[in-house]
């Protein structure tokens, strides 16, 4: 507590001067410097370590609300794949024909908005990283789910493109990480522009969580309670057991946010969200069969 | 607040536990630097508001569900623009996470009522729109009316809006720039603390 008193004392003192100080004048995002950490706690993790980190989660969103909104792939579309040097992109293991068959008008908008932001983000990072950006690594979009199903007791498989209730319940497993992971990585980025660029994904990452939570809680207690046994899954494989929350109702409350006992949302390390992408796996797994690509892996 | 479907009730117990857990937080984060509550004003602020945005010469948020998530909306998307803003200025990382956190909890609730007013359409739907439109004039823009297809408030390349400390404040003094503004709407007598009054 005293520790924090000094620091939002010294927020206070320093404000601007050292904002200023740290920001690149009008250079456009593309172009920034993306350095190396300076400071005596730096990790050795720099900037673009963790935007290619963030890339390789974005690879898989993007991927599958684009399967399940069009059927296509992201390449497919049109949205580069490769590293930035041109090294070639990896392959989307996928059932034959995923496109969900909506009949909400109103969620299937939600699908297309969801995929259009994921895909944005995917390019935003490749063009931000530029010659840096790693290519997307070989992704599983078919028996990662039926591993988590097992995992989480839902049965032998999982099918999250076979309906509606089962897109939303595949999403979920995405959305929250995507949130802890950027909350994670907030406070090991160096240059604030990126750190800007980074808390805005943050926060639609948060906007999609938020709205799918809320659809699952309006789904039922057969789709909370599969949430939430998502929810602890992805506590008992990231190795706390205690930083994700379920959906449904406590003391009176829903539980649409999944935040902790101060309502701020929780966050996780690269190492706690490897542990979840991968299913348990040490170097790759679940949704990354061989692994992420670049230097957090 | 005449509550008659148990999950919106839910939703506004979910969502008042949160924001109280923030005032406690942030409270005990402060310890003995912390403001005291400036005078709030949920009335009248909410009758000019409604007069601005087109909506008729009064606005009761308590008056039923569909009014409550009106209200809430005017607020939420608001946060998330204010806490993204300030991100780039704390200096600690401590402070950084702990705000990252809070942005992203006004975010979900953010999305929550959004993805309620679209499920809602029709009049009240109409009304949350002219209030977008409304902190957008005051804001600097950054608002994306809400729709089914526009459930996140973002930007083109899909990052959310942020806003000086200005902005929110021309937004919460519903008196839009330009000229220097210490008070109004939310806040008849002002914020307490350092960032008070707009600087243009």
Do not use: C
């Not at chain 2, 608001?78 to 200096?91: C, D």
């Amino acid at each position: 507590m005293e520790m924090m008193e000094k620091e939002l004392e010294s927020a206070q003192t320093s404000g601007l001067g050292r904002r200023a100080a740290l920001l690149l004048g009008g250079a456009a995002v593309a172009s920034m410097a993306l350095g190396r950490r300076a400071s005596a706690q730096s990790s050795g993790v720099t900037d673009t370590d963790i935007l290619n980190f963030a890339l390789n989660l974005e690879y898989v969103e993007a991927q599958f609300y684009t399967l399940a909104t069009t059927g296509k792939t992201i390449d497919q579309i049109g949205i580069g794949i490769t590293s930035g040097s041109g090294a070639a992109g990896g392959t989307v293991t996928v059932k034959a024909n995923p496109m969900v068959p909506f009949s909400t008008p109103l969620l299937q908008q939600f699908a297309q908005e969801t995929a259009t932001d994921e895909q944005n983000h995917v390019s935003f990072l490749r063009t931000t990283l530029s010659t840096n950006a790693v290519a997307m690594p070989n992704i599983d979009l078919m028996n990662s789910f039926n591993a988590l199903a097992q995992a989480a007791g839902l049965g032998s498989s999982f099918d999250p493109f076979a309906s509606e209730t089962n897109f939303l319940l595949g999403a979920f497993i995405f959305e929250d990480v995507g949130v802890t992971a950027y909350h994670g990585a907030a406070g090991l980025i160096q240059n604030k522009n990126v750190l800007d660029k980074a808390a805005g994904i943050l926060a639609v990452e948060a906007y999609h969580a938020g709205s799918i939570r809320l659809r699952i809680f309006q789904a039922g207690t057969a789709a909370e309670s599969a949430a939430t046994a998502i929810a602890t899954t992805r506590a008992t494989l990231d190795g706390t057991g205690n930083d994700d929350v379920g959906v449904g109702v406590s003391n009176g409350a829903a539980t649409i946010v999944d935040a902790d006992q101060n309502a701020l949302a929780f966050s996780r390390s690269t190492t706690q969200v490897l542990r979840i992408v991968y299913g348990g796996g040490a170097s790759g797994g679940a949704f990354f069969p061989n692994g992420l690509n670049g230097t957090i892996k | 607040m005449p509550f008659v479907t148990p999950a919106i009730q839910q939703y506004a117990v979910e969502i008042a536990n949160d924001e109280l857990a923030h005032v406690r937080f942030l409270r005990s984060a402060l310890g003995t630097a912390a403001v005291p509550r400036p005078a709030i004003d949920l009335t009248n602020s909410f009758n000019a508001a409604a007069m601005a945005a087109g909506i008729g010469s009064t606005f009761n948020p308590f008056a039923s569900e569909d009014a409550f998530i009106v209200g809430a909306f005017t607020f939420e998307d608001v946060g998330v623009t204010a806490y993204h803003g300030a991100a780039g200025l704390l200096t600690s990382t401590a402070n950084l996470t702990a705000a990252a956190g809070i942005m992203a909890t006004e975010a979900y609730h953010a999305a929550e009522i959004r993805t309620l007013l679209a499920q809602l359409g029709g009049n009240y739907l109409t009304y949350a729109n002219q209030i977008s439109a409304l902190r957008a004039a005051a804001g600097g823009g950054n608002e994306v009316a809400v729709a089914g297809n526009a459930i996140v408030a973002a930007d083109s390349n899909s990052i959310a809006f942020d806003r000086t400390t200005n902005q929110v404040l021309n937004i919460v003094y519903l008196t839009p720039p330009p000229g220097v503004v210490k008070s109004g709407g939310f806040f008849p007598d002002g914020l307490n603390g350092t960032i008070t009054a707009t600087t243009n």
